[in-house]
């Protein structure tokens, strides 16, 4: 199962991907999570201890490693550079693991516009490549709305693409937009999830709003996961809510409906 979840900053698709993490996890399957919002909180949302978080460091702000995979250092202008380093060692030497999920901090890069070329591009590609066409875990890879780690080889192969929303029109507007990129993209299919449910009033919205998308499922508002968050507890353990419901979306998932 290699899953992509997007949408707009705030909506919660950290919390779904930490969820599906943890629920994979505990039904004994091998989970790599793969935190590539630039804005990086899947620690968090797993709830991982400090001694934990403090390893991690986003690959692509690993200025020496980059150089000895690509032969060139960031930022430099002009040159030669491999687009096809070797990124296979990479999952198991810099994630952390907890409670069975592996994580991955993949970081960020200014991409400049349209198609940026350079080292730290070409060694994230070549990652997401690897991560989702050669490992045999259950893949989350947690994205920002962007879909520029995605390729066309990689995209056709993840299973579900998911986009995460809340009530609101901003929100449904940019789940279109990531269906349509990641449609241009090969990718067939890309679901709706909605977050943050207050009532059937917030159902109704994005059922009406969600147009061709079709809906996974819902998790409902959840006090809990707030306190959570304040507490820098597990959504998994705080919020029991949460975990039933995506629990349910989970089983639709493996069931490919």
């Known amino acids: 199962m290699k899953i992509a979840i997007a949408g707009k900053g705030g909506v919660g698709k950290t919390t779904l991907a930490a969820l599906l993490a943890m629920i994979y996890a505990e039904d004994g399957r091998p989970v790599l999570a793969i935190d590539a919002d630039p804005a990086a909180c899947m620690a968090d949302a797993l709830g991982l201890p400090d001694e934990l978080a403090d390893q991690l460091e986003p690959i692509s702000e690993m ?78 890879l947690d994205m920002e709305a962007g879909l520029e780690h995605l390729g066309r080889a990689t995209a056709s192969a993840v299973d579900a693409f998911i986009a995460v929303v809340e009530p609101g029109r901003r929100s449904l507007n940019t789940a279109h937009q990531i269906a349509m990129l990641a449609e241009h993209i090969g990718v067939k299919k890309t679901y709706l999830v909605g977050n943050k449910m207050r009532n059937e009033a917030d159902r109704a919205f994005i059922e009406e709003g969600a147009g061709d998308l079709r809906l996974l499922g819902y998790l409902p508002f959840s006090v809990d996961a707030i306190g959570a968050d304040m507490r820098g507890q597990a959504i998994f353990d705080a919020a029991p809510d949460l975990v039933a419901a995506a629990r349910d979306i989970a089983g639709k998932l493996d069931a490919r409906e």
């Open 63 to 140: 200025d020496e490693l980059i150089f000895e995979r690509t032969g060139a250092r960031p930022g430099d202008s002009g040159g030669f550079f491999s687009l096809n380093p070797r990124v296979d060692d990479l999952p198991d030497k810099y994630s952390v693991s907890y409670r069975g999920v592996k994580l991955l901090q993949m970081g960020t890069i200014d991409l400049g516009g349209s198609g940026c070329i350079c080292p730290e591009s070409a060694l994230l590609k070549a990652l997401v490549t690897h991560v989702i066409l050669y490992r045999d875990d259950v893949l989350i």
